[in-house]
């Protein structure tokens, strides 16, 4: 797996979710945003501290987290 030195969780910050480092910007709102089908240049346009890459690692942790999760669907 790819470093993810961009995301840091605090308990002290919006209440240790997820976040990108240096912002309280979280996780699920980028992840909410691109499942909305936003741009990621729309996404950076609404937040300007954020960056291309701060994007792709939400993605690359959203991955991982349920990389190992087996959820029932419904067929």
């Given at each position: 797996m790819q470093t993810l030195d961009r995301i840091m969780s605090n308990p002290n910050i919006c209440l240790g979710q997820p976040v990108i480092r240096?912002?309280?910007i979280t996780?699920?709102?980028?992840l909410k945003l691109l499942a909305a089908?936003?741009?990621?240049?729309?996404?950076?346009?609404a937040y300007p501290e954020l960056t291309p890459e701060d994007i792709y690692q939400a993605l690359r942790y959203a991955a991982w987290a349920v990389s190992d999760q087996q959820l029932p669907m419904a067929v």
């Open positions: 240096g912002t309280r996780l699920s709102v980028i089908g936003k741009p990621v240049a729309e996404i950076i346009s």
